[in-house]
């Protein structure tokens, strides 16, 4: 059986990634923004695209 596809609509902004994905609790369709930058680690889960996507922009890597 295959992996199941958690993530969809993946966007890219700069470095930050935003994805469409169902919640396990309530079952909504949550939207998370996650950087790709290497030891970056940041991460955050919304309830709009909108937030995720001013999130996106708004992020800055500490990462040197």
């Known amino acids: ?3 199941r596809d ?4 993946l966007q890219r902004i700069g470095p930050v990634q935003i994805g469409t994905h169902r919640g ?7 939207y ?3 950087c790709t930058a290497e030891n970056c680690g ?3 889960d ?5 937030a995720a ?3 996106a ?3 800055r890597c500490r990462v040197a």
Do not use: C, I, N, Q
């Open 24 to 30: 396990s609790r309530t079952g909504r369709t949550r």
């Open 42 to 44: 940041w991460s955050a």
């Open 1 to 3: 059986m295959p992996a």
């Open 53 to 55: 996507a001013l999130a």
């Open 46 to 50: 919304y309830a709009s695209r909108t």
């Open 57 to 59: 922009r708004t992020h």
């Open 32 to 34: 998370v923004a996650a």
């Open 6 to 9: 958690f993530f969809h609509s």
